[in-house]
Structures are given as structure tokens and as C-alpha cells.
């Protein structure tokens, strides 16, 4: 499988921040990107904190296929 996506980053600030809790991508002041389940506090705060590492830019996470699409009918391989 291959994929190309493009991501819209946006400052970890006050009034930057998602609407809604869940998990978004995170790119820390370490230089790492991670999902990371913000919650209303991280939202209303407008900041970040994990361990010494502060989250610097977030973006919508990155659309998956449904695990059924990964699997594979070998019936449909199968020439009778």
C-alpha cells in the first residue's frame, strides 16, 4: 500500500487549538511526532507537556484504512 498525504500543521497555542478532545499528531520540542489524546484541559490551556518535552505544532491525524479493507479474500485468488 502506498499513500501521499499532505499535513496542516498548527501552532500549540492559545486559541490555535482543536474544538474537540481526541487524538491528534503532536510534534514535540524533542523533535518526535506522536498521537497524543489531548483533552479539554490541553485545549483550553493551549499548551502541551509530556515528560520535558513540549508540544510545539499539532494536526488532524492521519486517515487509515479500516482494518476489514486489510484483509484479504483468497477466494477472489483462487482461478476455478
Excluded: N
Amino acid at each position: 500500500m502506498h499513500q501521499v498525504l499532505s499535513i496542516q500543521w498548527y501552532p500549540v497555542a492559545y486559541g490555535e487549538m482543536p474544538t474537540t478532545e481526541g487524538t491528534y499528531l503532536v510534534a514535540f520540542s524533542d523533535g518526535s511526532v506522536e498521537s497524543y489524546p489531548m483533552d479539554h484541559k490541553d485545549i483550553q490551556d493551549g499548551e502541551i507537556h509530556c515528560g520535558s518535552a513540549i508540544g510545539e505544532w499539532w494536526a488532524e491525524s492521519i486517515p487509515h484504512p479500516e482494518r476489514s479493507d486489510l484483509v484479504l479474500d483468497f477466494s477472489e485468488l483462487i482461478e476455478e
